[in-house]
């Protein structure tokens, strides 16, 4: 009996050996089949998770931000003790004990799910295991997955310690609201940094992983509050927390940035501009997109914030000064429907999707806002983000549109979304009414920058970034018109000719393939033999183009692509008068040159490009710094830097050609609306029919340019100049510019003199002549000038043209028609029996 017994225990033990043992093998085999060919877990050591790419001022204060994934990657170091606490609660309390699985936890799962007959699947995985599914596997639940995350779970904790996986760990996991990692997480829930949080807010945290979208902290407030004390009772029985606080904690409201308890961080961000969009297309080029948008850089940008908002200031005034003087009323194209304005929490509910403009700042703040109700003499408005107010009621008198040749049912509808501002009293501030406003149909660009170094101060490229993105300072391909001039004569002055040298002024007829062209100065009128210096003050097309055919269109085509205006300028006569197209960065740019004598400018938005471990990646200035390091300089001497920029064109050159253009803002096409308290040069731009219009100048320091035109190009109507339209953009912002920047005479480069010449004759004079007539131009020691000289270009001129001479009134006089009215003519000048002859 007693062998039998035994007998039958011992067979049963081999037999639960050997099930033991298959049940082994058979895990073993699994283990080895699935362990086969899995990714590499040792790449993880290296691992670099994308990131937030920052932009920053040159204050330090961030600016902007580019992601695809919103993260901040923190070093585990940095992570404070309480958030790791409230995770490993949350989702691992055997972290840091178990080899990378818990088998218990798994044994449970898989109870829970046989008693449910599969209703009830809950995950058991670690942290570790939620490492490798989100790093190295797919996020499916099948059977394979699980084996292929114990396999590598088992392997990475051989690799890296485990404040490592959890590093890992805490700055991949996506938390919701396009946050990824804890880091960015406590920004956008709280908007506060890891170490403000408190352990509720640590907690809320950690209960995000499971299901973002289950646990939103306004949709599903309760659930989220639910599994946030759950949390914090984990962190409590773990020994993370003492009673007190648990208590504290538990009682604390849930509160968030998306219930409006806390400010957003994006509150404290400037609206995405102009600026640092170019920035974003400029390094996406330079360093690839993807590098740019995941990459972690800290970028310096060259901005000036100040000097910013006048430009958008600036150029948005003078846009709406001239739309408003069309007196056409477009409005934003956005009405919203009748069911929509039925109460007050429907239409902003409405209006606040609304795809309208929400960052122009011009005499105030710009709001959206939607008709409700249309009298005779006012229009009630519903206006987003401003309460009604009875000292500043909602409505806008008929007064306010006598700009507009309609009245308010003719020019507007129920539920049309339009754009409102404060009129106040320019001392006291006091309200006086709301007034509309539309963003204009025409539009423009302003770039600014320092002509030394060739930083970018500022850019506006258009009305509104909101209302269109597309950058008319460094996109827009328009034809420069007279604006292109001082390279022609820059050209001209490095090929032996001066400001006092004469060219004709006289009608010009060329055969084209297109047909015969006859270009024509803007006034109409000839004025015969003159100085180089009047024909770029007064913008004289005829002398440009004569002057453009002595030097040779191939010398001057190499002057503006030297000067990158152009990459390949086509060799035609007309492109003397700009009428190629180029963009106003470039521009600018080029005359920065003319500014500091002569010297390459690189222009540039950025100053330096840190990767995400610090190191530079990229730094604007490369000059040398020769004793930067010597600690004997003497207190009252900086150190030296070398400049080893490259000389376009010759200083003397510049500095004839700068005292030119400041002849322009002196006395010439400029003279009636740039009035500054430094020395500037500058010149305007005008195309055929007024299609486009510039104005670019300088002073010592800073270089300015802007440019005014329809996005489809067509006539902005009479009266459209360079200097009356972008002139006054550029005098406002010059104005702030020049009390921070300053600016002093032009420098005098050395190896030349001056001489005094009659500036409408091009006559020598004494050295003691003054007057209006008299100015001193500089000219090249060793080089004796020769008066006297005129050139024509070699174009044919008619016999006895009329001439009108610069500096001198007309004489009048009444005559009779062959029809028998009166109408009165000026005598002028001929140019006598002048013909075709080239020098002389």
């Known amino acids: 009996m007693l062998r039998a017994i035994g007998s039958f225990f011992g067979t ?35 691992y670099t998770p994308p990131t937030i790419s920052r932009i920053y001022s ?78 190295l596997l797919s996020g499916d639940r099948r059977i394979e997955r699980k084996i292929k995350e114990i396999i590598l779970a088992t392997r990475i904790e051989e690799t890296l310690n485990k404040e490592k996986i959890l590093e890992l760990y805490l700055n991949e996991i996506f938390l919701g609201q396009n946050s990824y990692g804890v ?39 309760e659930r989220l509050l639910s599994r946030r004390n ?34 957003p961080f994006s509150a404290d961000l400037p609206p995405r501009d102009y600026f640092t969009d170019e920035i974003r297309r400029q390094l996406s080029q330079d360093f690839g997109e993807g590098e740019f948008f995941t990459g972690g850089l800290s970028v310096r940008a060259t901005i000036d914030p100040e000097m910013q908002a006048e430009a958008a200031t600036a150029l948005r005034r003078q846009l709406e000064k001239y739309d408003r003087g069309r007196g056409r009323w477009r409005g934003t194209g956005v009405v919203l429907p009748e069911e929509a304005l039925e109460s007050e929490e429907a239409w902003r509910e409405a209006l606040s999707e609304a795809k309208v403009a929400r960052d122009i700042e011009l005499n105030g703040t710009w709001y959206p806002a939607v008709v409700l109700e249309i009298g005779d003499q006012e229009m009630r408005l519903g206006i987003e983000g401003v309460a009604p107010d009875e000292a500043a009621p909602h409505v806008v008198p008929r007064k306010d549109i006598a700009w507009l040749p309609g009245s308010f049912r003719d020019e ?13 009293e320019d001392g006291s501030g006091d309200f006086i009414r709301w007034s509309l406003r539309q963003v204009p149909e025409a539009e423009g660009g302003f770039v600014a920058m320092d002509v030394q170094t060739g930083r970018v101060l500022a850019m506006q490229g258009g009305f509104s970034y909101q209302h269109s993105v597309f950058n008319r300072a460094t996109q827009a391909k328009r034809q420069p018109g007279s604006s292109f001039k001082p390279f022609v004569y820059a050209a001209a002055l490095d090929s032996g000719y001066t400001p006092a040298t004469i060219v004709v002024d006289a009608p010009i007829e060329i055969n084209t393939p297109q047909g015969l062209w006859r270009p024509r100065n803007s006034s109409n009128k000839f004025y015969g033999p003159t100085p180089l210096r009047t024909g770029i003050e007064r913008s004289r097309n005829l002398m440009t183009i004569r002057l453009a055919q002595e030097v040779g269109m191939d010398v001057v085509a190499d002057y503006a692509e030297r000067f990158g205006v152009y990459d390949n300028m086509g060799r035609f006569l007309a492109n003397s008068l700009g009428s190629e197209e180029t963009t106003l960065y470039k521009v600018v740019s080029a005359y920065a040159m003319f500014a500091n004598g002569g010297e390459r400018v690189e222009p540039t938005l950025v100053d330096r490009v840190q990767d995400r471990y610090g190191k530079t990646v990229y730094s604007h200035d490369t000059r040398d710094c020769t004793d930067c390091g010597d600690p004997g300089i003497a207190p009252n001497r900086g150190p030296r830097i070398v400049s080893n920029r490259e000389q376009v064109m010759d200083a003397i050159t510049a500095y004839q050609l700068t005292s030119m253009m400041k002849g322009v803002v002196d006395r010439g096409t400029a003279s009636r609306v740039i009035d500054l308290p430094v020395p500037v040069a500058g010149k305007t731009g005008t195309t055929n029919d007024a299609r486009d219009v510039w104005f670019v100048g ?20 009479r009266g459209a100049y360079g200097g009356s339209m972008c002139g006054p953009v550029f005098q406002e912002f010059m104005q702030e510019a020049i009390k921070k920047y300053g600016g002093t005479d032009f420098r005098v480069p050395p190896g030349g003199h001056f001489i005094k010449i009659d500036r409408f ?16 131009e500089y000219f090249r020691d060793g080089e004796e000038p020769v008066f006297g000289i005129t050139f024509d270009g070699g174009f044919a001129m008619g016999e006895n043209l009329d001439l009108y001479r610069s500096g001198e009134q007309e004489q009048v006089k009444e005559v009779t028609t062959s029809t028998g009215q009166k109408a009165t003519v000026g005598g002028k000048a001929n140019f006598g029996t002048m013909s075709s002859g080239g020098l002389y």
């Open 58 to 135: 040159g204050e330090g204060r961030i600016i902007d931000e580019f992601s695809r994934e919103r993260r901040l990657f923190t070093p585990a170091e940095d992570i404070p003790d309480l958030v790791k606490q409230a995770f490993i609660s949350a989702e691992d309390k055997n972290f840091y004990s178990h080899g990378g699985y818990d088998a218990r936890g798994i044994a449970a799962a898989i109870v829970e799910a046989v008693r449910s007959r599969g209703k009830n699947v809950r995950g058991a995985s670690t942290i570790t295991q939620q490492v490798m599914k989100n790093f």
């Open 183 to 221: 880091t960015a997480a406590a920004q956008t829930y709280f908007n506060k940094t890891l170490r403000e949080l408190a352990p509720h807010e640590a907690a809320t945290l950690a209960s995000m992983p499971k299901a973002p979208s289950d646990y939103h902290p306004v949709r599903e407030k």
């Open 761 to 776: 004759t091009g006559a020598r004079l004494s050295d003691d002549a003054s007057g209006e007539h008299v100015v001193a």
């Open 698 to 717: 300088f002073t010592s320091t800073v270089a300015a340019g802007c440019y005014i035109g329809f996005d489809q190009p067509r006539s902005l109507g």
């Open 412 to 424: 507007f509808e129920r539920g049309e979304v339009v754009h409102v501002r404060k009129m106040t």
């Open 12 to 46: 049963l033990f081999s037999l639960l050996t050997l099930g033991v043992m298959l049940i082994a093998l058979s895990i073993g085999a699994v283990f080895h089949i699935y362990g086969k060919d899995l990714p590499s877990h040792e790449s993880l050591a290296n």
């Open 230 to 263: 759950f949390v914090l009772r984990e962190m409590h029985e773990n020994g993370y927390l003492d009673k007190a606080t648990y208590e504290a904690e538990v009682a604390a409201p849930l509160r968030s940035v998306q219930n409006g308890d806390f400010a």
